[in-house]
């Protein structure tokens, strides 16, 4: 609804929920105002339970960022960006959201543009590329797009 999905609906079930974030085309239904200067959106689900269930309470997608800065390793509790709360308007502790001793964990979701079809172009490599290519080539037969 919020995006143009030109890949199989099994491909996105085999990688959502999970440690992955879909770059796909927008449509026109999603607020211009998320992302207004490209085309594209991002599409994670986070294989967490509290962040599932607040989903399915919401009646449209949930812009969310990540508590950390920019190319800093990933937050994976409430109390690792403390510094960050007085710019917060609102802290909900779900509990971590990974293996605190894991640095895989810290990497981030794995970023994939599936937005050109039969091609996909890794944005950033986070904790899941090598399970991520091997599905998009072996299984799906996509290419990667050259950079």
Known sequence: RYCHVNVPDELLRDLLPGPVTLVLKRSEELNKDLNPFTSLVGVRIPNHPFIRELSRACSGPLALTSANISCQASTL???????L???????????????????????GSTVVDLSVSGKF???????????????????????????
């Open 77 to 83: 509790t409430v109390s690792e960006f403390q510094d």
């Open 85 to 107: 709360w007085p710019q917060l308007s609102l802290i909900i502790d779900g509990g971590p959201i990974g293996d605190v001793q894991s640095p895989e964990c810290r990497l």
């Open 121 to 147: 172009t890794i944005i950033r490599p986070g904790c899941a590329l090598t399970s991520t290519v091997e599905i998009l080539r072996q299984k799906y037969g996509l290419i990667p797009e050259s950079s």
